[in-house]
């Protein structure tokens, strides 16, 4: 998966456009990353064959205390889900995060409540430690 940032998708929407067509064409799946901190249009998201819709880490970890980031939040997360894009969260820092993305039906997220970067060796005893702690829903 090619993840593009939105505010670089904005830089030159005309040539992204065209680069992320041929992309799409060659099976290369598209993300797009930090949603709701650029300025993608809702058209655009129509029209640009993107497999994933990351949510910006300010609306995940606002959603408790800000209304306004919660709305947004939700918003996403059902905009990508309504749009057949898989949807990730970013920014999932604490419990209260993870189960507010759950609860709204959000497939990924990443933070640092799931883990810290790792090589990759370390994987298999994260994955192992993780299933002892977390019941999967």
């Known amino acids: 998966i090619l993840e593009i940032t939105e505010s670089r998708f904005m830089a030159n929407p005309v040539a992204t456009m065209d680069t992320l067509v041929r992309l799409r064409l060659k099976k290369i799946r598209l993300s797009i990353d930090d949603f709701g901190t650029g300025y993608a249009s809702l058209a655009q998201l129509r ?23 919660r709305t947004i939040l939700e918003a996403s997360i059902a905009l990508g889900q309504n749009l057949g894009m ?52």
């Open 47 to 69: 029209d640009i064959p993107f497999d994933e819709l990351k949510v910006d880490r300010t609306f995940v970890q606002g959603a408790s205390q800000d209304e306004a980031a």
């Open 86 to 137: 898989v949807v990730v969260a970013e920014g999932v820092e604490k419990q209260g995060d993870w189960d507010r993305v759950a609860r709204l039906g959000c497939q990924l997220a990443q933070g640092n409540f799931i883990a810290q970067p790792m090589p990759g060796a370390d994987i298999p005893a994260w994955v192992d430690a993780w299933n002892g702690r977390h019941v999967h829903r």
